[in-house]
């Protein structure tokens, strides 16, 4: 079977992180500072942009996101779920972290740091929105950046496509119940309409529109050149949109954050000890499984980090632009690309340890 997906066909040995992506940390950091020196120059212009919204949804920011998860999706090839039999082990480890696990464990910590052991340094009127965020932000398994994630481990690129893409049709199911179960053991009032059309709009319809694309894209037998033209063009489109989108929302969080710049720290303490929990979980699992190394890194990987893109707007959507939601999610990103490389040094580094099982 052809693997039809331009990540996975650079081989598995591959190495080599795309220059933007490896500082993207960096340009987060940038669009912090851009966008609440912009914020605090131009309140009139960002008030504008916060009133565009038809149902609740703001219009220049849902234009963004749809220009940021339209290329990622357009990356995977539903016919790969073919490849879920020869790697249930796999498979089964990472779903039952994804989605029995990360969910549930970030609730855990979000109550633990953000209502209790740090509610003193965080706004008090906000602590209810910056647990929602954290939530929301780990009930969405990656899709894009698990390709190079899984690339610098020397992960089995069919395992990988095919979790990617599994995760995906099972997020068109799962996310709006999970999300609302948390939200509500957490005693965070859930807008159902909103949530609902949160997945409908950057979930259910992007994945119908990515997989139309993408058919017609490989249409006959130039389809596989066709599709890396389309996702060379569109790559840099989405970062532009990632960056864009977050220089409008700490445009919106600016003098928040000016007043206690802590919060960033804070909010990333309990995402850090959840990606090192949920990988490390992930990762031991498989080896008592006996799952191959070349499986077991990017189930790790997985299972470990978030859909941020996603997070981001279902938290705009739902709390607002301006809301600790929106801003925990962000701090996601911020924290995305040095915790995961982390993790790909670790699995790397135990490789032997982990093949001398017995």
Same mark, same amino acid.
């Given at each position: 079977?052809?693997?039809?997906?331009?990540?996975?066909?650079?081989?598995?040995?591959?190495?080599?992180?795309?220059?933007?992506?490896?500082?993207?940390?960096?340009?987060?950091?940038?669009?912090?500072?851009?966008?609440?020196?912009?914020?605090?120059?131009?309140?009139?212009?960002?008030?504008?942009?916060?009133?565009?919204?038809?149902?609740?949804?703001?219009?220049?920011?849902?234009?963004?996101?749809?220009?940021?998860?339209?290329?990622?999706?357009?990356?995977?090839?539903?016919?790969?779920?073919?490849?879920?039999?020869?790697?249930?082990?796999?498979?089964?480890?990472?779903?039952?972290?994804?989605?029995?696990?990360?969910?549930?464990?970030? %609730? @855990? #910590? &979000?109550? $633990?740091?953000?209502?209790?052991? +740090?509610?003193?340094?965080?706004?008090? =009127?906000?602590?209810?929105?910056?647990?929602?965020?954290?939530?929301?932000?780990?009930?969405?398994?990656?899709?894009?950046?698990?390709?190079?994630?899984?690339?610098?481990?020397?992960?089995?690129?069919?395992?990988?496509?095919?979790?990617?893409?599994?995760?995906?049709?099972?997020?068109?199911?799962?996310?709006?119940?999970?999300?609302?179960?948390?939200?509500?053991?957490?005693?965070?009032?859930?807008?159902?309409?909103?949530?609902?059309?949160?997945?409908?709009?950057?979930?259910?319809?992007?994945?119908?529109?990515?997989?139309?694309?993408?058919?017609?894209?490989?249409?006959?037998?130039?389809?596989?050149?066709?599709?890396?033209?389309?996702?060379?063009?569109?790559?840099?489109?989405?970062?532009? %949109? @990632? #960056? &864009?989108? $977050?220089?409008?929302?700490?445009? +919106?969080?600016?003098?928040?954050?000016? =007043?206690?710049?802590?919060?960033?720290?804070?909010?990333?303490?309990?995402?850090?000890?959840?990606?090192?929990?949920?990988?490390?979980?992930?990762?031991?699992?498989?080896?008592?499984?006996?799952?191959?190394?070349?499986?077991?890194?990017?189930?790790?990987?997985?299972?470990?980090?978030?859909?941020?893109?996603?997070?981001?707007?279902?938290?705009?959507?739902?709390?607002?632009?301006?809301?600790?939601?929106?801003?925990?999610?962000?701090?996601?990103?911020?924290?995305?690309?040095?915790?995961?490389?982390?993790?790909?040094?670790?699995?790397?580094?135990?490789?032997?340890?982990?093949?001398?099982?017995?």
């Amino acid at each position: 079977m052809s693997l039809q997906s331009e990540p996975t066909r650079r081989g598995a040995g591959a190495s080599e992180m795309p220059f933007f992506e490896r500082y993207l940390s960096l340009w987060v950091a940038l669009c912090i500072i851009a966008g609440i020196l912009m914020g605090r120059s131009a309140p009139d212009a960002f008030d504008q942009l916060g009133a565009m919204e038809v149902a609740r949804v703001n219009i220049p920011v849902a234009v963004l996101i749809w220009l940021m998860i339209l290329p990622m999706l357009l990356k995977i090839d539903f016919h790969s779920l073919v490849e879920v039999r020869r790697h249930w082990k796999g498979i089964g480890v990472t779903l039952f972290i994804n989605w029995g696990v990360k969910p549930f464990s970030m %609730a @855990l #910590l &979000a109550w $633990l740091f953000i209502r209790n052991l +740090f509610a003193d340094g965080l706004p008090a =009127e906000q602590l209810d929105s910056y647990v929602a965020g954290l939530i929301i932000l780990a009930a969405a398994p990656c899709t894009a950046m698990v390709f190079v994630w899984s690339n610098l481990s020397n992960g089995h690129p069919g395992f990988t496509l095919s979790q990617v893409a599994l995760n995906d049709v099972i997020m068109v199911f799962a996310f709006a119940p999970i999300v609302a179960l948390l939200l509500g053991i957490s005693s965070i009032h859930v807008p159902w309409e909103t949530l609902l059309l949160s997945v409908v709009l950057y979930i259910v319809l992007p994945v119908i529109a990515a997989s139309l694309w993408r058919r017609w894209l490989m249409r006959d037998e130039q389809g596989e050149a066709r599709l890396k033209r389309v996702l060379d063009r569109m790559h840099p489109i989405s970062l532009g %949109a @990632l #960056l &864009a989108t $977050l220089v409008l929302l700490f445009g +919106f969080q600016g003098n928040q954050i000016i =007043e206690k710049p802590v919060i960033i720290l804070l909010l990333a303490i309990p995402i850090l000890i959840q990606v090192y929990f949920n990988s490390g979980l992930a990762y031991w699992l498989n080896r008592r499984l006996g799952v191959d190394h070349c499986v077991a890194a990017p189930s790790a990987l997985i299972g470990a980090s978030n859909f941020f893109e996603l997070a981001v707007a279902a938290a705009i959507s739902i709390f607002g632009l301006q809301s600790g939601a929106a801003l925990a999610t962000v701090v996601g990103v911020l924290v995305e690309v040095p915790v995961m490389l982390s993790v790909v040094w670790i699995v790397n580094r135990t490789r032997p340890w982990y093949e001398a099982r017995a």
